[in-house]
């Protein structure tokens, strides 16, 4: 461990951090269990105690460092404190027969809690469930050193001990769920001419225009993810040929039967194609493309496939209240929206529809989960706007919330993975051919 010295007021010790790092087991397995505790000493000169629980698990140094706490259950000698969920690797760092330390406190308002007294167990003594093995004597040192007739401060007992096994992402994967990516491109009229330079969809036949390079960059990451890599591309907001119809969801290949295009070079390729045939039009309607993947979700809920919209767009919208509508029902549903904002605009609404900090609602309907995630392009492009600074920073913040969206339709639907297929070993003995 190291410790590092705390400075700010010149000529004052402000204290020190001490770091000590432990190489983490790779044990998945969370428990669930809640205790209660019987005739603990009375603290409160009016009333009883206050009672709260502090876990501690032991180091490989032998020393000690708090990993839960529980809350304070008011006025009571007699407390049952509520069930919580902590990772084994917080509670022992996966070595079940590590110390555990559980010290019982009575709460005061000041911060001054008062110590009642302590007790050790671990993680297998804990895994017996309720049973007369976990009933502990709660001790106070102190007293148990003064008073000759001390023989507890009360006992604390294990309620219940259940083990969950954590799963990941990876693992549903590995099961054989799909991940189906559908690429939606904001056509309107907000976007610039794409005869001028100044236009988000500029057809510069030397370099990629900002909808080339945000589509590119982040295709390029998701396509690892999709088992097929054919992606149903489309676009929303332009006047079609021939007879100058708005559509806010029309196949960028031209086939609205199958609007599948193979990888994203596929997808560019559309996309350019389309710039030269559509006309940008307005306004910026999201609502129909979300529901156009939503019918798609809505038909699938087993677990076995879950599906992402990736939207590319300048952030300006139209439809705000009907998106909004369309995405708490798509938070039913087994899929995830991506928006990408490109050019310099305010991006407020796109924000909101991301809900980290507000939980998105419609009609006085909140979202079962949230589902969107909002990634700002300009933050990842040099100045001259050509270059992409970091792939690895501009992957990550993409998909930082779909491992968490998708674990979050699944416990919620109490689906498990399927058990991965065993890996392919060649036959041992080649047989021989007779001549």
Known sequence: ????????????????????????????????????????DKKDFFGKSDPFLVFYRSNED?????????EVVKNTLNPVWQAFKISVR???????????????????????HDFIGEFTTSYREMSRGQSQFNVYEVINPKKKGKKKKYINSGTVTLLSFLIETEVSFLDYIKGGTQINFTVAIDFTASNGNPAQPT???????????????????????????DSDKMFPALGFGAKL???????????????????YCSGIDGVMEAYYRSLKSVQLYGPTNFAPVISHVARYASSVKDGSQYFVLLIITDGVISDMAQTKESIVNASKLPMSIIIVGV????FDAMEELDGDVVRISSRGKYAERDIVQFVPF??????????????ARLAKDVLAEIPDQFLSYMRARGIKPSPAPPPYTPPLHVLQTQI
């Open 90 to 112: 917080a509670l022992c760092n996966g070595d079940y027969d590590r110390t555990i330390k559980i010290e019982v406190y009575d709460w005061e308002r000041d911060g001054s």
């Open 199 to 225: 236009s988000l969809h500029y057809m510069n036949p030397y370099q990629l225009n900002a909808y080339g390079m945000a589509l590119k960059a982040v295709g390029e990451i998701i396509q690892d993810y």
């Open 1 to 40: 461990s190291s410790k590092l010295f705390l400075e700010g007021i010149p000529g004052k010790k402000c204290g020190t951090i001490i770091l000590t790092a432990e190489e983490l087991n790779c044990c998945r397995d969370s428990v669930l269990m809640q205790f209660c505790a019987n005739k603990l």
């Open 343 to 346: 050019g310099p605009a305010e």
């Open 378 to 391: 300009r933050d990842y492009i040099d100045r001259s706007g050509n270059h992409v600074l970091s792939m």
């Open 62 to 70: 032998g020393s000690f460092t708090i990993c839960h706490k529980t």
């Open 241 to 259: 040929p021939p007879d100058g119809r708005v559509s806010h969801e029309f196949a960028l290949n031209g086939n609205p039967q199958n609007p």
